[in-house]
């Protein structure tokens, strides 16, 4: 959660350039829906037949609400969660979830397993790495990503701010073969103001993420990009996603369609109304740059397997054959 920082700096902020290029290769869609929910970073899980949001709303931490397709929300009920919440579902079926909490005059990130189906409650919480604590009055730092890699470890992207000043936020990962303690991955994923990650594909060779900034483009608001990677270590210019509706922070969302995201936000009626309300809309690769995509991973050379034999294919290995 980044709004503390945003409100200071919107008093100092000029008209400055976008640290991103507008592009065509995604477009985003504000869906005309009015969902109800309050809060910012909103997570979301497609849960028996609706979205499930969990969001920081309030003292009380996380709070959880279930929207069908229509937009229509309704309350669910459960145990408390520290803010900032999202969680990872493991190939046997268990969950685990991450979240903020306080302590001792600090905020750390912690992990507990999940009690039930729709994870309402936890289990015991445990820190996920000392060097994911920070004191309380450290602003710009958090909102955890927890991603499930193809390998089967678990990578959490992590706001840091090294250095305070005008959009020194970068993005840091920690790394876990368990899922439950951490390790720091040495340099920095993005630079320049980027904040509030949510990697929404995790494929080999194919990643994408949907992000925010601090307010670092001439509109003086945040605003939403999307960034891919081949191997989610090295992430491209974030592209600003531009359009009637959108603007705000805390990104969340789930694939619906090949290239297609449904994705929940958080939204103010200003910069600094501090009124944030949860928006809906849909992120979409656009038809062209799928057809370029998948033109450029059919002209790629794969190395392939077949018994003793290791042989090189354009596109995919052949019948018989395995890639290495």
Same mark, same amino acid.
């Given at each position: 959660? +980044?709004?503390?920082?945003?409100?200071?700096?919107?008093?100092?902020?000029?008209?400055l350039p976008s640290p991103a290029q507008a592009s065509n290769n995604w477009?985003?869609?504000?869906? *005309?829906?009015?969902?109800?929910? *309050?809060?910012? @970073?909103?997570?979301?899980?497609?849960?028996?037949?609706? &979205?499930?949001?969990?969001?920081?709303?309030?003292?009380?931490?996380?709070?959880?609400?279930?929207?069908?397709?229509?937009?229509?929300?309704?309350?669910?009920?459960?145990?408390?969660?520290?803010?900032?919440?999202?969680?990872?579902?493991?190939?046997?079926?268990?969950?685990?979830?991450?979240?903020?909490?306080?302590?001792?005059?600090f905020q750390q990130v912690y992990s507990a397993p999940c009690t039930d189906?729709?994870?309402? @409650?936890?289990?015991? +919480?445990?820190?996920?790495?000392?060097?994911?604590?920070?004191?309380?009055?450290?602003?710009?730092?958090?909102?955890?990503?927890?991603?499930?890699?193809?390998?089967?470890?678990?990578?959490?992207?992590?706001?840091?701010?090294?250095?305070?000043?005008?959009?020194?936020?970068?993005?840091?990962?920690?790394?876990?073969?368990?899922?439950?303690?951490?390790?720091?991955?040495?340099?920095?994923?993005?630079?320049? %103001?980027?904040?509030?990650?949510?990697?929404? +594909?995790?494929?080999?060779?194919?990643?994408?993420?949907?992000?925010?900034?601090?307010?670092?483009?001439?509109?003086?608001?945040?605003?939403?990009?999307? @960034?891919?990677?081949?191997?989610?270590?090295?992430?491209?210019?974030?592209?600003?996603?531009?359009?009637?509706?959108?603007?705000?922070?805390?990104?969340? %969302?789930?694939?619906?369609?090949? &290239?297609?995201?449904?994705?929940?936000?958080?939204?103010?009626?200003?910069? %600094?109304?501090?009124?944030?309300?949860?928006?809906?809309?849909?992120?979409?690769?656009?038809? @062209?740059?799928?057809?370029?995509?998948?033109?450029?991973?059919?002209?790629?050379?794969?190395?392939?397997?077949?018994?003793?034999?290791?042989?090189?294919?354009?596109?995919?290995c052949p019948k018989g054959y395995v890639k290495k």
């Amino acid at each position: 959660m +980044k709004r503390a920082l945003v409100v200071a700096l919107a008093l100092t902020i000029s008209t400055l350039p976008s640290p991103a290029q507008a592009s065509n290769n995604w477009v985003m869609t504000a869906e *005309n829906v009015t969902l109800g929910i *309050n809060g910012v @970073s909103p997570h979301v899980e497609r849960f028996n037949g609706v &979205d499930r949001v969990w969001r920081s709303d309030g003292p009380n931490g996380t709070t959880i609400s279930d929207c069908n397709d229509a937009g229509v929300c309704t309350s669910v009920s459960g145990s408390r969660i520290g803010p900032d919440f999202t969680l990872v579902t493991f190939p046997n079926g268990t969950k685990r979830a991450y979240f903020k909490d306080f302590e001792g005059g600090f905020q750390q990130v912690y992990s507990a397993p999940c009690t039930d189906a729709g994870c309402t @409650s936890i289990g015991t +919480k445990t820190p996920t790495s000392s060097e994911m604590r920070v004191p309380m009055n450290t602003k710009a730092w958090g909102v955890p990503d927890p991603v499930l890699l193809p390998d089967g470890r678990v990578r959490i992207y992590i706001v840091e701010t090294p250095q305070m000043g005008r959009c020194n936020e970068k993005i840091a990962t920690y790394i876990s073969t368990d899922g439950i303690t951490f390790t720091k991955e040495p340099g920095w994923r993005l630079e320049g %103001g980027y904040v509030d990650t949510e990697v929404l +594909k995790a494929k080999d060779g194919d990643w994408v993420m949907i992000l925010a900034d601090i307010a670092c483009t001439a509109s003086n608001r945040q605003e939403l990009f999307v @960034s891919t990677s081949k191997d989610g270590l090295t992430w491209t210019t974030p592209q600003i996603l531009n359009g009637p509706g959108l603007g705000g922070l805390d990104p969340t %969302g789930y694939e619906i369609a090949k &290239d297609e995201y449904r994705i929940y936000f958080a939204q103010e009626t200003r910069q %600094g109304a501090n009124d944030f309300t949860i928006k809906r809309g849909t992120l979409k690769l656009n038809a @062209s740059a799928a057809t370029s995509v998948q033109s450029n991973k059919s002209k790629t050379k794969v190395t392939c397997v077949k018994g003793k034999k290791t042989k090189q294919f354009v596109g995919k290995c052949p019948k018989g054959y395995v890639k290495k």
